[in-house]
Structure formats: C-alpha cells, structure tokens
C-alpha cells in the first residue's frame, strides 16, 4: 500500500511538472541597451538638451561611425511625480559582448569630442547643476520568434 501511494505521488510530480520544463521560448535575445534615467532640474531642460547635442549625441555617433553601437535615442518627457525622470538616454549595441573590450575606444572618443580629462572633469561638474542621473540599467530586447 505504501509502495503504491509512493508511486502514485511520484506519478503526478512527473505529469505535473513536465508543463514547466516543455515550455518553448517564442523569442530570442535581441541587441542590448543601456537606458539611462535623468531628471532635469527647474528650468534647466533646454540647457541640458543643447548640451547633450554638442557632446553625449557627437560621442554617440562617432561611435556609430566606429560600429562600437548600433544606434541611440533620447526621448523626453514630463515628470509624473517631483521624483520621475525627464529624460531616457538609451544605447544600442549589437549584443552584450559588443560591450565588452572598447574602453580605449570610448577614450579616445570622449577626448575628441569633450578634450581633455580636465575638460570631462569640468562638463561632469556643470551638468550636477542642472540634473540629476538616476541610474543606469542594461536590458535585452526581446524579439518574437
């Protein structure tokens, strides 16, 4: 009798469990982003936009032109409460490992188009006074099979 409840027991962990693991992914791994929150502080928007098309849009397309990102976007919004961000910086790379190994790539950019490590130093600090960068995150596209 035990041998046989045993067994009954068994019987339906393996039915019922065979659900989770037949599972197909009707999607694949698309290009990685990094998606960078900012909030513009009080009347410093245009400010901070002119400032991102004379330096964070001219590194992007340089490394555009250097295939180090497929793309990139800026999109701009109102707050929804005094703590939301205004505005997403989003970066496009082919996939994580095109992320991987550049650095002296982006160096050499950001000197070209920002100047020294002095001149990053000063843009760095200008732009504490008009915003406030509220993270970072690294996320996958997903596309549909």
Request: proline share 1%.
């Amino acid at each position: 009798m035990k041998a046989r409840i045993l067994a009954m027991v068994i019987l339906m962990v393996v039915v019922f469990s065979t659900g989770s693991f037949a599972q197909d992914r009707t999607y694949k791994d698309g290009s990685a982003w990094t998606v960078s929150f900012v909030q513009i502080k009080n009347g410093q928007g245009i400010d901070y936009l002119n400032s991102l098309k004379t330096t964070w849009k001219a590194v992007q397309d340089e490394a555009v032109k250097q295939g180090l990102i497929v793309s990139y976007k800026i999109l701009e919004g109102e707050a929804s409460n005094p703590d939301d961000w205004h505005i997403l910086l989003m970066v496009e790379y082919k996939n994580l490992a095109g992320m991987e190994g550049n650095e002296d790539k982006w160096d050499a950019i950001q000197k070209k188009v920002v100047g020294s490590e002095e001149d990053q130093k000063k843009l760095r600090e200008i732009r504490l006074n008009v915003r406030t960068l509220y993270g970072t995150k690294l996320m996958r596209e997903v596309v549909y099979k």
